[in-house]
C-alpha cells in the first residue's frame, strides 16, 4: 500500500531563542519492507540543515537557526509504498553487532517487577518467547494517555499497569533482553485500520533479533507484529536514540510544542480531494 504522511512541529517561544539546535530522526530508510517515493523536511525560517547517519543507521538531520526566533515550524511529508514482510526486516544497513542491544539503559532497567514478568514468559524457542511476551503486555498494560511522560522508565509503566505505545515498547525490550534476547525501540508511523488520520503523536514499537532469521519487529501496544500498516523511521537502545526531534534553544524563554499529524492511505487523499473537487 501508498502512504502519505503529513507531519508538522511548531515551537513558539515568549522570548526569542538566540539560536536552536534540533536533531531530526523523521526520515525514513528503504528497506524491503518499505520503499521511500518522496519525502521532504522544510522549516519556515532561516535555518540550516545538514544530512548525516548515526551509529544506528538511522538518517539523521541536524538543524541550526541562524538567527533570533520566536517560532519554528519543522514540516514533513512524503509517501512510503509498503508490503507485508510479517514484521521481518530485511535491507536496513545494520552497523552494530546484535548484541549491543543487550546493553540495560535507565530507560530500560529491569527492576524485580519486570524481572517477574520475564520470568513468566517461560519456554526455550525464542521467537515463541517473543510472542508471548508481547501477548502478556498488551492484555495487562492499558494503553492510557497521560499516564506517563517520555521520562517514565519500563519499570514505572509496569507498577502502574498503564502508559502509551513508548512505554509498551519499552517494557518489551527490558523484558526481552533479561531473556538473552537483543532488542531495539523503532519510531515510527501506524496507518490506522479504523480510519482515524488526525494522530497525537508518532508510533512506537520494538524489534527483537532471532537467530535464523534477523530483527523481527513487535507491537505489544496493538499484540501485533508490523505490517504493511506501518512505516518504520528510526531505532536505538530506547526511546531517547530513536526520538523524531530532540534538541535545545538559547535565550528563549516560555517554550511551547504543538505537534500535527496525518497519516493516509493514499486511497484515502484521492477520495478527500475529489469530494472537495480537486483534480
Not at 551509529?55 to 541562524?66: D, K, Q, R
Not at 526486516?89 to 529491569?110: C, D, M, N
Not at 535464523?212 to 512505516?231: I, K, Q, R, S
Request: proline residues 5%; aromatic residues 6%.
Amino acid at each position: 500500500m501508498r502512504i502519505r504522511i503529513d507531519h508538522e512541529t511548531r515551537y513558539a517561544y515568549a522570548r526569542p531563542a538566540r539560536f536552536i539546535v534540533q536533531t531530526l530522526r523523521l526520515t525514513p530508510r528503504s528497506t524491503e519492507a518499505q520503499q521511500v517515493r518522496d519525502w521532504r523536511i522544510e522549516t519556515d525560517v532561516d535555518a540550516r540543515i545538514r544530512r548525516s547517519e548515526d551509529a544506528f543507521g538511522n538518517i539523521v538531520h541536524s538543524l541550526y537557526t541562524e538567527r533570533p526566533t520566536d517560532s519554528l515550524t519543522v514540516r514533513v511529508t512524503g509517501e512510503v509504498a509498503t508490503v507485508n514482510t510479517d514484521g521481518v526486516l530485511k535491507g536496513f544497513p545494520e552497523r552494530l553487532s546484535p548484541r549491543v542491544f543487550l546493553r540495560e539503559t535507565p530507560l530500560t532497567h529491569a527492576d524485580p517487577g519486570l524481572r517477574e514478568l520475564a520470568a513468566r514468559v517461560g519456554g526455550s524457542d525464542p521467537l515463541s518467547q517473543l510472542h508471548r511476551l508481547m501477548s502478556l503486555i498488551h492484555g495487562e498494560v492499558r494503553f492510557t494517555v497521560g499516564a506517563t511522560t517520555p521520562d517514565h522508565t519500563a519499570a514505572d509503566a509496569w507498577a502502574q499497569r498503564r502508559g502509551v505505545c513508548q512505554d509498551h515498547a519499552q517494557i518489551f525490550i527490558a523484558c526481552a533482553r533479561r531473556l538473552g534476547i537483543p532488542a531495539r525501540y523503532v519510531s515510527g508511523h501506524l496507518h490506522r485500520r479504523d480510519g482515524v488520520v488526525e494522530q497525537e503523536a508518532a508510533h512506537a514499537w520494538a524489534e527483537a533479533y532471532v537467530e535464523n532469521l534477523g530483527w523481527v519487529g513487535f507491537d505489544p501496544a496493538n499484540g501485533v507484529c508490523p505490517t504493511e500498516h506501518y512505516v518504520r523511521v528510526a531505532c536505538g537502545l530506547d526511546a531517547l536514540g530513536a526520538t523524531p526531534i530532540r534538541g535545545t534553544s538559547y535565550g528563549g524563554t516560555g517554550e511551547r510544542m504543538t505537534v500535527a499529524l496525518r497519516v493516509r492511505h493514499m486511497q484515502q487523499t484521492q477520495q478527500q480531494q475529489q469530494s472537495q473537487g480537486w483534480s
